[in-house]
C-alpha cells in the first residue's frame, strides 16, 4: 500500500470497494481509478500496443497514454478508458487489455524478441511475399492483433441525450486562469458556462500548494466555486469535456451525467452531448507535462513531474515507497518537493541544469531531498520500475527508486485552436509552441497560452473574462485580480538522453527514437510524414505527450530549429468520444423520425404489418387469422378487383403551387403540358433531371385558374420540393408562383374497385360523383361526412374505378372510419403497399424500381408524352443518340412459360440457348408480382428493343439465387389493357 497517512481531497471516512482483473480492491470517493490502484501498489496496468511491453500509469488527467482499461462488464463494457479520469465508485469493476492470457504474463510480449524487425514503417515493407499470403495469413493475423480493447457484443441498456445551451461567455478549464476568467465575466451579469473534464473543479490548483490573497490555493477554490455557484447567471459544469470548436462560436462538449455510478439513475442519461453557442470563449485549458526521452522511460513508475506531485496533494497517494525525479525546470522541481511535503519518500532529483533556484534549492536541503544538478537519467531497471542510473557530474549513480516523476517542460494545450485550421507558434522562451491564429471570438488564457506561473494565469483569466463580457455587451465590474507570488519559472530546453537502450516517444504506439531517426533516413522528415510513417502522435492521446519530443529529435537530426521543423495541428474530438452519445436517442428504432399516417391507429386495430417506407410507417398487409403474408395479398387484391378495397395513400407528396405563373412553372418542369389543364381536371406527368432522366412522376390537378395541386412518389417527394424551389429562386426568379409542401396537412385516402363510386356516394355532401358529373381525371372541391372541408379526385393507381379522397390530416382516421361503414354491405376490404404493388404491376404502371435514376421516359413507354410545343426540363438531354438508339432497353411485360414457376426481380435477360456473359444480356426484370386475377407469376422490365418483340421467349438468369426461367415477352398491361375499367 502507498496511500499517504494524510492529505489529499479524498474522503477517507468513506470506503469504495472496486475490483482489476477480477482481484479486489478498495479506495475512498474522489479517488480516480488511477490513484486507487496506485494506493493498492498496483503499477502494471497495460501493455502496449506493437511489442506488448509492461506499461504504468504515466499522467494524472486526459493526456494518459498507457492505463486504458476496459470499464465494466457485459452490455455496458466500454474498453479503452483511462484510468487517469475514471472517477471512482463503489463496485466498479475494470479490466486490462491487449494482453494474453494475462496482463503480468503476456506471451505476446515476445514481439520484443523481434523488435528489430518491427521498426517504423515495417507494414510497408513486409507482407509482400508471397502474395497468397497477405489474404490467408498476413491478414488475419493482423486483424487478430489489431485494436487494444473489446466493445461490448449487446446492446448498450443506457441512454444518451443531446442538448444546445446559448451563453455570451464559454470558459473551458477550471484551473488558476479559467476560475479567474469565470468570476470576471459572470460578475458583469453575462451569461457563463464553466467547463471542464474532470469531476471536481479546481483544475491544477487542486494539487499545487501555493498561496493566493494571502490563503491556500484549496481555499482559492472553494471561495472561488461558491461564488460563482451564488451568481444566477453562471453554469458550472464539471464532468464536461469540450471536445471541439467548429464555425459561429458553436463548440461540442461531452458531459459525463452518471459515468461516475455503476447503473445511471432512472431517466437519467449515461451521457449527454451539449452544443455550446458562445458569444465568447475564454480558453483556459492548462497545459501537459511533457516527458524526456532517455532508454527505459517506458517502465511502469516512471511517469509525469506533476503526475506523481498531483496523485501526493490531490489523492494522497506516493506513487511508490521511493520515488526521484528527474527535469529540466523549475515547476516541476516545485512539484516534486510539494510531493515530498506531502509525505512521499523523494530519495532525490537529477536535473538537467547547472543549477535551479536558490529558493528551490533551500526547500529540498530543508525536506532532505538530495538535488543532482548537471545530471540525467541513463537508464531504469526492473519489470516495474526498481532502480534508476543517473549520470551525475561525479559519475554514475544508481539510485533505487519504485517511481520517478519527470518532466521536460509545459507544452500549452492548444487543441482546440487548431480546430478552424489554426496554426500554433515556436515560443523560444519557454521551448513550447502557443496558440496562432483563433477561432473567431476566442481568447486563449494562462498556461495554455503560454503564461506558465500561477501569478501570470491569474492575471491573464481575469483580464480576458472580463474583456469577453464586454464584447459580449455587459459593462466591466471593476474588481483587482487575485493575487499570488512570483514563482520560479526557469527551464532549459531538453529532449533526449542520448544513452544506449530502448527510449520511448510514443509509449503507446511504441515508438522510439531509433525510429524518428529511420524516418529521417528514409526520407519521411516533414512533420505530417513523419507522424505516419512512425504512428507518432496516432494513438488514443492523439500526441499530447509525445509529439513534442518527437519534433524535437528530427529538429536535431536535420540540423533545424523546432520552429523550422514545424509541428502537426489538432482537429476535433479533444479526446475520444463515444458513438452512443453522438448518435443520443436516434438508435434502433428511433435511428430515424418515424412518421404514421393519419390512420395509423385505425390500422393498428385492424391488426395490420407495418413496413418503413422512407420515414413513413405504412400497412404493408392486413392478415386475417390463419393467413401468412401471400395469403392475404391474395385475398385484398381479389377484393379490390371483384367489389371495393380502401388504402391510405397519405404518405404521396402533395404540393400545393399557386400565383399566376404556376401554370408556365409546370410547363417548364414537366414534359408535357399543363398550362391548358382545365379547372376541375387531373392530369399525369413526367418529371426529368436535367440529363433528360426520368425525376419523378404524378399526378397534378388544377383547383382554380391560378392554383394547382402536385402530388409526387413518396420517395421523391422532398427532392421534387427541393428541385421546384431551385427553378424558382435560381432558374426562373421572374415566376410569380409560391409553393408550399402539404403532405403531411392533408390526408389522403384512396378507394378503389367497382363498388367504389357506391361508397363515395354515402360520404360526398350532395356533389354530383357520377361518371358525368365526376369524370375520369376529375378533380372535386366539395364537402364530407356533414360538412368537412375535402378534394376528391378521380384517379386510379390499381386501374379499377377509383377515387383518391383528401381531407385535412386531422380528419384522416375519421374519414378512414366512415369509408369502412359506407363500404361494409359491399365487403370493403383494406390493403396494403404489397397489394398496391400487385395492382400496379398488373395494370403495368412504372414505379420506384422503373423510376431508378437510370431510365428516360422512352425508356419507360412515355416518350409520346413529351410536348414538341414547349421547352422543358430534360428535352435536350434526352434527345442524346444514346438515349434514341432503338437498341435501348425499354419497358415490356413477362410471364414464365412454365406458369408454376416463379420470377425473380433482378433477373437479366439472355437469348434461348445464349451464353450468360454480359455481351448476351439484353435487359433485366425490374418488378414482380403473383397476380392471383391471372394465377401465375407476371414481371416488368427494360428489354432491348422490347415492344417489338412481344412474344418472342427468353432465358430470364439469376445465378445469385440460382434462377434460369424461360419467359415470354408480353404487354406489361396485364389485367384491362385498355383501361375500361377506371372509365365506367
Known amino acids: 500500500m502507498t496511500r499517504l497517512s494524510a492529505g489529499g481531497l479524498i474522503d477517507r471516512s468513506r470506503t469504495l470497494s472496486f475490483s482489476f482483473d477480477g482481484k479486489s480492491y478498495t479506495g475512498h470517493p474522489g479517488d480516480t481509478l488511477a490513484s486507487a490502484l496506485l494506493a493498492n501498489g498496483v503499477r502494471l496496468v497495460g501493455r502496449s500496443f506493437k511489442y506488448h511491453r509492461p506499461r504504468g500509469i504515466v499522467t494524472a488527467g486526459s493526456e494518459e497514454p498507457n492505463a486504458l482499461v476496459e470499464l465494466r462488464s457485459g452490455a455496458r463494457r466500454e474498453p479503452n478508458t483511462r484510468a487517469t479520469t475514471i472517477e471512482l465508485f463503489d463496485a466498479l469493476e475494470a479490466t486490462s487489455q491487449n494482453r494474453w492470457p494475462s496482463l503480468d504474463v503476456d506471451l505476446l510480449s515476445m514481439n520484443q524478441l523481434v523488435s528489430p524487425f518491427l521498426g517504423a514503417g515495417f507494414y510497408y515493407k513486409t507482407f509482400m511475399w508471397p502474395a497468397a499470403f497477405w489474404e490467408k495469413v498476413y491478414e488475419p493475423m493482423i486483424r487478430r492483433a489489431a485494436g487494444l480493447g473489446r466493445a461490448a457484443e449487446a446492446a448498450d441498456p443506457d441512454h444518451y441525450e443531446k442538448a444546445t445551451h446559448f451563453c455570451d461567455v464559454l470558459v473551458i478549464g477550471s484551473g488558476a486562469a479559467g476560475l479567474a476568467a469565470a468570476l470576471a465575466a459572470g460578475r458583469t451579469g453575462a451569461r457563463v458556462v464553466l467547463a471542464d473534464e474532470d469531476f471536481r473543479l479546481g483544475g491544477r490548483l487542486l494539487s499545487e500548494q501555493a498561496e493566493i490573497d494571502g490563503g491556500s490555493a484549496a481555499d482559492f477554490v472553494t471561495r472561488a466555486l461558491a461564488e460563482l455557484s451564488s451568481l444566477p447567471n453562471v453554469r ?56 524526456i526521452v532517455f532508454p527505459g522511460n517506458d517502465r511502469p513508475g516512471v511517469m509525469s513531474a506533476l503526475a506523481l506531485a498531483t496523485y501526493a496533494t490531490r489523492f494522497g497517494v506516493g506513487a511508490g515507497p521511493r520515488a526521484a525525479g528527474f527535469t529540466n525546470n523549475d515547476h516541476a522541481v516545485a512539484a516534486l518537493l510539494d510531493a515530498a511535503a506531502a509525505g512521499v519518500k523523494l530519495e532525490a532529483i537529477a536535473d538537467v541544469r547547472e543549477a535551479v533556484a536558490p529558493a528551490l534549492a533551500a526547500r529540498a536541503k530543508a525536506l532532505g531531498v538530495d538535488l543532482l ?19 551525475t557530474p561525479k559519475g554514475v549513480r544508481t539510485l533505487s527508486v519504485e517511481a520517478l516523476g519527470v518532466s521536460g517542460g509545459a507544452t500549452p494545450n492548444v487543441n482546440l485552436t ?17 496558440p496562432g491564429a483563433l477561432p473567431v471570438g476566442m481568447a486563449v488564457a494562462g498556461a495554455a497560452a503560454g503564461h506558465l506561473t500561477l501569478a501570470e494565469s491569474l492575471a491573464d483569466g481575469t483580464a480576458l473574462g472580463a474583456a469577453a463580457a464586454e464584447d459580449a455587451g455587459f459593462a466591466p465590474v471593476a474588481a483587482p485580480a487575485p493575487v499570488a507570488g512570483d514563482a520560479p519559472n526557469g527551464l532549459k530546453a531538453f529532449w533526449q538522453v542520448h544513452a544506449k537502450g530502448p527510449a520511448f516517444v510514443d509509449q503507446q504506439n511504441d515508438v522510439t527514437a531509433k525510429d524518428v531517426a529511420l524516418a529521417h533516413r528514409e526520407g519521411f522528415r516533414a512533420v505530417e510524414l513523419l507522424k505516419r510513417y512512425t504512428t507518432m502522435g496516432m494513438a488514443t492521446d492523439q500526441g499530447k505527450t509525445s509529439n513534442m519530443a518527437g519534433l524535437a529529435i528530427m529538429a536535431e537530426l536535420t540540423g533545424k530549429g523546432i520552429p523550422q521543423t514545424g509541428t502537426t495541428v489538432f482537429r476535433p474530438p479533444y479526446t475520444p468520444v463515444a458513438l452512443g452519445v453522438l448518435a443520443g436517442h436516434h438508435r434502433g428504432v428511433d435511428f430515424k423520425p418515424s412518421r404514421p399516417t393519419p390512420t395509423h391507429q385505425w390500422a393498428e386495430e385492424q391488426g395490420a404489418v407495418f413496413v418503413e417506407t422512407g420515414q413513413w410507417l405504412r400497412a404493408a398487409w392486413f392478415p386475417k387469422a390463419g393467413e401468412d403474408w401471400q395469403a392475404a395479398v391474395n385475398r385484398e387484391v381479389k377484393a379490390t378487383r371483384e367489389s371495393v378495397g380502401v388504402i391510405d395513400v397519405s404518405t404521396f407528396g402533395k404540393i400545393d403551387l399557386q400565383g399566376p405563373d404556376a401554370g408556365r412553372l409546370l410547363d417548364r418542369v414537366y414534359i408535357n403540358m399543363f398550362s391548358t389543364l382545365g379547372v376541375g381536371k387531373a392530369r399525369y406527368g413526367v418529371m426529368l433531371r436535367e440529363d433528360g432522366i426520368v425525376m419523378d412522376d404524378g399526378t397534378t390537378a388544377r383547383l382554380a385558374d391560378d392554383h394547382y395541386v402536385m402530388t409526387t412518389t413518396t420517395a421523391n417527394a422532398a427532392k421534387v420540393f427541393q428541385h421546384l424551389e431551385f427553378c424558382l429562386q435560381v432558374l426562373w426568379p421572374e415566376l410569380d408562383v409560391c409553393l408550399a409542401s402539404i403532405t403531411e396537412q392533408w390526408a389522403q385516402i384512396a378507394v378503389s374497385g367497382p363498388r367504389s363510386r357506391d361508397v363515395l356516394a354515402k360520404l360526398v355532401d350532395g356533389a354530383d360523383v357520377s361518371n358525368t358529373g365526376l369524370p375520369f381525371m376529375g378533380a372535386l372541391q366539395t364537402t364530407v361526412m356533414g360538412g368537412m372541408e375535402a378534394r376528391v379526385f378521380r384517379l386510379s393507381f390499381s386501374g379499377e374505378l377509383g377515387y383518391e379522397i383528401a381531407v385535412p390530416a386531422r380528419h384522416g382516421d375519421k374519414l378512414m372510419r366512415a369509408i369502412m361503414a359506407a363500404g361494409a354491405p359491399y365487403g370493403i376490404t383494406p390493403y396494403g403497399v404489397e397489394t398496391l404493388a400487385v395492382l400496379r404491376i398488373e395494370k403495368g404502371h412504372v414505379s420506384g424500381s422503373e423510376l431508378n435514376g437510370q431510365t428516360s421516359a422512352r425508356d419507360l413507354g412515355l416518350g409520346r408524352m413529351a410536348s414538341t410545343k414547349k421547352d422543358f426540363i430534360g428535352r435536350v438531354m434526352a434527345g442524346r443518340p444514346a438515349f434514341t438508339d432503338p437498341d435501348r432497353p425499354t419497358f415490356v411485360g413477362f410471364r414464365p412459360v412454365d406458369r408454376s414457376a416463379r420470377l425473380k426481380a433482378g433477373a437479366h435477360f439472355l437469348p434461348l440457348g445464349a451464353a450468360p456473359t454480359t455481351e448476351n444480356d439484353e435487359g433485366y426484370m425490374t418488378s414482380v408480382a403473383w397476380s392471383p386475377i391471372l394465377g401465375h407469376s407476371i414481371g416488368l422490365g427494360l428489354l432491348k428493343r422490347g415492344p417489338e418483340r412481344i412474344g418472342e421467349k427468353l432465358r430470364a438468369y439469376d445465378p445469385v439465387r440460382g434462377g434460369d426461367i424461360e419467359v415470354e415477352v408480353c404487354s406489361p398491361h396485364f389485367v384491362d389493357p385498355e383501361g375500361e375499367k377506371q372509365r365506367v
Open 236 to 291: 458550472l459544469m464539471p464532468r464536461t469535456t469540450v471536445f471541439g470548436a467548429y464555425d459561429g462560436g458553436e463548440f461540442g462538449a461531452v458531459e459525463k451525467v452518471s459515468d461516475h455510478l455503476a447503473v445511471p439513475a432512472p431517466f437519467q442519461p449515461r451521457q449527454r452531448l451539449w452544443r455550446f453557442i458562445a458569444k465568447r470563449s475564454v480558453l483556459a485549458a492548462g497545459a501537459f507535462d511533457r516527458p
Open 373 to 391: 544538478t548537471g545530471s540525467e537519467v541513463i537508464a531504469t531497471s526492473g519489470k516495474c520500475l526498481s532502480s534508476v542510473t543517473v549520470r
Open 418 to 434: 487548431c480546430h478552424q485550421g489554426g496554426r500554433p507558434i515556436w515560443c523560444e522562451d519557454i521551448a513550447a509552441f502557443v
